[in-house]
C-alpha cells in the first residue's frame, strides 16, 4: 500500500508540477503577448506625437511664410491701387509743406511689372529734401532714378536776391503686382 499511496502521490504531485507548468507558460506568454501589443501601441503612439509635433511645426512656419509674405506684398502695390498710391505721394506734399504734382506714369517696357513716375515739388529746400526723404522711405519698392533741384531767380530791379521756392523734379520707379 505505501508504494500506491506514493504513485498517487508522485502523480498527484506530477499533475500540480504539470499545472503549474503550463500555467506558468500560460502566464509568460499572455505577458510577452501584452509587451508585444504595449510596445506596439508604444510605437504608434510615438509616431502619433512625432506627427502632431511636425504639424504644428509646420503650421507654425506656415504662419510665419503667410506674415512674410503679407509683409512682403506691402512693398509691392496693385495694379488697381496704383491712384491710392499717388494721392499717397501727393499727401506726403501736404505733410511736408511742398507742392507736389505727379506730372507723368509710365510702364516701362522692359518691365510689365513696373512703372516710372515723374514727380514735381515746389517748396523750401528743407521741406523739398524732406519730402525727397519721405518718398525714399516708403514702404514700397521704390528705386529713385533722378532727382534735379534747382531755384529760379527772379529779378526785381536789377536785384537777384528775390526769394523763390525750390523747384525738384523726382523721377523713380515703382514694382506693383
Same mark, same amino acid.
Given at each position: 500500500?505505501?508504494?500506491?499511496?506514493?504513485?498517487?502521490?508522485?502523480?498527484?504531485?506530477?499533475?500540480?508540477?504539470?499545472?503549474?507548468?503550463?500555467?506558468?507558460?500560460?502566464?509568460?506568454?499572455?505577458?510577452?503577448?501584452? =509587451?508585444?501589443?504595449?510596445?506596439?501601441? =508604444?510605437?504608434?503612439?510615438? $509616431?502619433?506625437?512625432?506627427?502632431?509635433?511636425?504639424?504644428?511645426?509646420?503650421?507654425?512656419?506656415?504662419?510665419?511664410?503667410?506674415?512674410?509674405?503679407?509683409?512682403?506684398?506691402?512693398?509691392?502695390?496693385? $495694379?488697381?491701387?496704383?491712384?491710392?498710391?499717388? =494721392?499717397?505721394?501727393?499727401?506726403?506734399?501736404?505733410?511736408?509743406?511742398?507742392?507736389?504734382?505727379?506730372?507723368?506714369?509710365?510702364?516701362?517696357?522692359?518691365? $510689365?511689372?513696373?512703372?516710372?513716375?515723374?514727380?514735381?515739388?515746389?517748396? &523750401?529746400?528743407? =521741406?523739398?529734401?524732406?519730402?525727397?526723404?519721405?518718398?525714399?522711405?516708403?514702404?514700397?519698392?521704390?528705386?529713385?532714378?533722378?532727382?534735379?533741384?534747382? &531755384?529760379?531767380?527772379? &529779378? &526785381?530791379?536789377?536785384?537777384?536776391? $528775390?526769394?523763390?521756392?525750390?523747384?525738384?523734379?523726382?523721377?523713380?520707379?515703382?514694382?506693383?503686382?
Amino acid at each position: 500500500m505505501k508504494k500506491s499511496s506514493t504513485f498517487i502521490i508522485l502523480c498527484c504531485s506530477l499533475m500540480v508540477f504539470l499545472l503549474s507548468l503550463s500555467g506558468t507558460i500560460f502566464f509568460v506568454k499572455k505577458i510577452a503577448d501584452k =509587451n508585444a501589443h504595449t510596445s506596439l501601441v =508604444n510605437a504608434t503612439l510615438e $509616431a502619433k506625437l512625432k506627427e502632431k509635433e511636425n504639424h504644428t511645426l509646420l503650421e507654425k512656419k506656415v504662419t510665419e511664410a503667410k506674415a512674410v509674405h503679407n509683409e512682403i506684398s506691402l512693398y509691392f502695390i496693385e $495694379a488697381d491701387t496704383i491712384d491710392t498710391f499717388l =494721392n499717397e505721394v501727393e499727401s506726403l506734399g501736404r505733410d511736408t509743406e511742398t507742392n507736389v504734382k505727379v506730372e507723368n506714369v509710365t510702364a516701362l517696357s522692359e518691365s $510689365a511689372n513696373t512703372l516710372s513716375v515723374k514727380v514735381h515739388t515746389k517748396g &523750401q529746400f528743407s =521741406n523739398s529734401i524732406k519730402m525727397l526723404s519721405l518718398l525714399e522711405n516708403l514702404p514700397y519698392n521704390i528705386h529713385i532714378t533722378s532727382v534735379y533741384l534747382n &531755384q529760379d531767380i527772379l &529779378q &526785381q530791379n536789377g536785384n537777384t536776391k $528775390a526769394k523763390v521756392p525750390w523747384g525738384m523734379d523726382i523721377v523713380f520707379t515703382i514694382t506693383h503686382a
